[in-house]
Each structure stands twice: as structure tokens, then as C-alpha cells.
């Protein structure tokens, strides 16, 4: 997992998840694909205690797609309020980038870029 860096952060208060906003800036592209690409930052939570993360509701597509042929500079955002999501003090969250959609199985895709993203929680 060089290079491949992530960081969860600890849950401070009880509360609830209700909005989430993420973007992505594309710095470099290797990809063997035609066809769109959606990328969804989404949530995942880890227990306090555990370092075993699941997926939570609290998700977004960030927009537009990308299209390829893919270019760097290319910035994508979004927010959307989410259904409440319950974390209780302690838990870890962590928000995951990936491609969303269903690409051919014989195609590879590495997009790399700056992510980041807010998590309302009240």
C-alpha cells in the first residue's frame, strides 16, 4: 500500500450524520477505459475499540462523471443531506473514494488525485 495514504478521524460527540460534501482534483490519470466514470465519496465507520470500517448511507457522486479520455486538472464536487446516520463518541469515520460505476472487467482505471471532503454531524 505504498503511496496509498487515509487517515480516519475519532467521533468527538454523539450525534448524527446528516450532510456530507467531497471533492476530487484529478493531478494524474492511467486508464485503459472508454465510457464514463463516477466517483462516490462515502462513509465508513469503525466502532470505538475497532479498526474494522463498514460502509454507512451517508454517500455522494461527486459531479460531472468523467469522461474519458481522462485529463488532470479536473476538479468534481458535490454535497447532499444523507438519511441521519447514529455515531456515538469514540467511533472512527472515514471517508472513501472509489469509482462507482461498472467498468468492463478486462479495463483498469488508476485515477489519482487530491481528495477531500466535510462531514456535518449534529
Request: with cysteine.
Amino acid at each position: 500500500m505504498a503511496n496509498n495514504f487515509s487517515e480516519a478521524f475519532i467521533v468527538p460527540h454523539e450525534g448524527n450524520i446528516t450532510a456530507i460534501s467531497a471533492s476530487l482534483n484529478v493531478s494524474s490519470v492511467f486508464s485503459i477505459f472508454t465510457g464514463t466514470v463516477t466517483i462516490r465519496a462515502q462513509v465508513f465507520l469503525a466502532p470505538e475499540g475497532s479498526n474494522i470500517f463498514t460502509c454507512t448511507n451517508a454517500s455522494v457522486d461527486l459531479v460531472p462523471s468523467l469522461t474519458a479520455p481522462l485529463t488532470t486538472n479536473q476538479l468534481i464536487f458535490a454535497s447532499a443531506n444523507t438519511p441521519p446516520v447514529l455515531v456515538t463518541a469514540g467511533d472512527k469515520l472515514l471517508m472513501v473514494f472509489f469509482n462507482s460505476t461498472i467498468i468492463e472487467p478486462d479495463t483498469l482505471t488508476a485515477i489519482f488525485g487530491t481528495a477531500s471532503a466535510g462531514i456535518n454531524i449534529v
